[in-house]
């Protein structure tokens, strides 16, 4: 099993930047894709970008553009650049494998004001 842990989320303003970053705890991370998923209150957690092992990503409508995915499966580590961030981005965000997940993190909350 692999422990997630996210971070680096922060208040921003409309139009700013954040990095988040995500630790995994077990090699089997770097033969697994994953993703960056999102929960604002009052939502489902919806899947906003995958990368796969070899790094090919995909991203939803509403960040393509925006945001990028990447990894370093020597470390064991994902990132999600943010930029151009809007005030819709406003949720708690987690990492984990898409369709087959491990136990959930504790998530970091990025909160975008107007």
């Known amino acids: 099993q692999v422990q997630l842990v996210e971070s680096g989320g922060g208040l921003v303003q409309a139009g700013g930047s954040l990095r988040l970053s995500c630790t995994a705890s077990?090699?089997?991370?770097?033969?697994?894709?994953m993703g960056w998923y999102r929960q604002a209150p009052g939502k489902q957690r919806e899947l906003v970008a995958t990368?796969?092992?070899?790094?090919?990503?995909n991203y939803a409508d509403s960040v393509r553009g925006r945001f990028t995915i990447s990894r370093d499966n020597a470390n064991y580590m994902m990132y999600l650049q943010m930029n151009s961030l809007k005030p819709e981005d406003t949720a708690v965000y987690y990492c984990?494998?898409?369709?087959?997940?491990?136990?959930w993190g504790q998530g970091t909350q990025v909160t975008v004001s107007s």
């Open positions: 077990g090699s089997i991370f770097s033969i697994n894709p």
């Open positions: 984990n494998r898409p369709g087959r997940w491990f136990d």
């Open positions: 990368i796969t092992s070899g790094g090919s990503t």
